[in-house]
């Protein structure tokens, strides 16, 4: 059966993460969206295979859904849940399912008949800073998914902790001397993971697979750093994707980070203004900065984007993919993609030192550029950069 995961008409509500990834593989709690409904499918045995509709130049990376009448198609912002996903499963051929006006999935290609959920569903996202608003729920449901019926590593006596039956630890990873308070929130520590000497980690929290604190660190819930992040200083309600780093001390809140970023030395970034007004935002929609009704926002980085040391921020700055900043003061709230510089003077990354770029930071993990990432990142160079 083939799997769909449709973005739902969000591509550019949730940019800058949407220009590099279809919704479904947005990091949202412990897992990425998609993973959350392969988790269940797994463990049912579903026989599947995962596709997307989403837009045409992501298709030379992630593989393009073509709907039949056995495949069954989700709305990629969408969190699985265990009601959820048992009610997917249930759906008959030209059933869709509704939670008020939302449509979650379809079987089939032709809607022939309606079914509402009978749940109220709020594990979803639609705009950039619910990643991070959200980010406790969609962490606490996965950490019931992913630990249940599940002994946890011990933990070593070197370290301090609060509700400890809160706390699961994977095999392989290694905590030294830290303090971690569960009272607030689940902890979890995945396989091969790594907490530092002196790090204090307040929950909700999730350490992916292979990633590491850093000494002395200092992480407020929720806060999730994705697989092979380095992450240091005070963070507090962020989400680092995957493969990106923020090793030195600086403060970093109500942020989103995406994929192969790195954020320099001492680099701040705000996330409440001095008149406690609702901040203002950059959308890809309009192109222009708009008004929110949220309170607290930092910093939404796009893939492949980096800092200069004692790099500073206003709130609710969004910065695109493959940007490098640098220099003194702070850059615009709005950092388009590909931009070289930062307050006094900027211009157009050139591709290729981009190219280059990227792949220098991805060889480090392993990893490569591949033909698909230069597709995407050209036509993003071409059609978005200033």
């Not at 769909?4 to 509500?13: A, E, Q, R, T, W």
């Not at 991805?362 to 200033?386: P, S, W």
């Amino acid at each position: 059966m083939q799997i769909i995961f449709n973005d739902n008409g969000l591509h550019k509500s949730l940019a800058p993460f949407t220009l590099t990834r279809p919704v479904a593989e947005i990091r949202f709690g412990i897992m990425t969206i998609r993973e959350s409904w392969e988790y269940y499918f797994d463990a049912y045995n579903v026989d599947y295979e995962t596709a997307y509709l989403t837009e045409a130049y992501l298709y030379a990376k992630f593989k393009e859904g073509i709907p039949n009448d056995e495949s069954i198609t989700i709305a990629g912002n969408y969190k699985a849940s265990p009601e959820l996903v048992e009610a997917v499963l249930n759906l008959k051929k030209g059933e869709a399912l509704y939670s008020h006006s939302d449509k979650i999935a379809q079987k089939g290609c032709i809607e022939e008949k309606t079914i509402n959920l009978a749940i109220e569903y709020t594990c979803l996202i639609e705009k950039p800073w619910h990643i991070f608003e959200r980010n406790s729920q969609a962490s606490i449901k996965d950490f019931q998914v992913i630990t249940k019926n599940r002994t946890s590593q011990p933990l070593n006596a070197s370290n301090r902790t609060t509700n400890p039956e809160n706390i699961f630890i994977e095999e392989g990873a290694k905590v030294e001397h830290a303090i971690l308070n569960a009272s607030t929130g689940p902890i979890y520590i995945g396989k091969n993971a790594e907490v530092m000497e002196g790090a204090i980690i307040r929950g909700p929290f999730a350490l992916c697979e292979k990633a590491v604190v850093k000494m002395g660190a200092k992480i407020y819930g929720a806060t999730t750093i994705g697989p092979e992040c380095k992450v240091g200083g005070e963070v507090s309600n962020c989400i680092f994707q995957s493969y990106s780093n923020k090793g030195h001390d600086g403060f970093l809140g109500n942020s989103v980070i995406g994929e192969w970023c790195n954020i320099g030395a001492d680099s701040n970034s705000s996330n409440l203004k001095n008149n406690y007004s609702n901040v203002k935002v950059y959308s890809y929609e309009t192109n222009q900065i708009e008004s929110t009704d949220i309170l607290f926002c930092g910093l939404l980085m796009g893939d492949h984007s980096k800092t200069g040391i004692n790099t500073m921020f206003n709130t609710a700055t969004v910065v695109g993919v493959s940007a490098n900043i640098f220099g003194a003061g702070f850059p615009p709230k709005y950092i388009p993609s590909f931009t070289w510089g930062g307050v006094e003077k900027t211009a157009k990354f050139n591709k290729d030192k981009a190219f280059q770029v990227a792949e220098n930071m991805m060889q480090r993990r392993g990893k490569n550029l591949t033909e698909g990432d230069k597709e995407i990142l050209t036509y993003l160079f071409d059609r978005l950069a200033q």
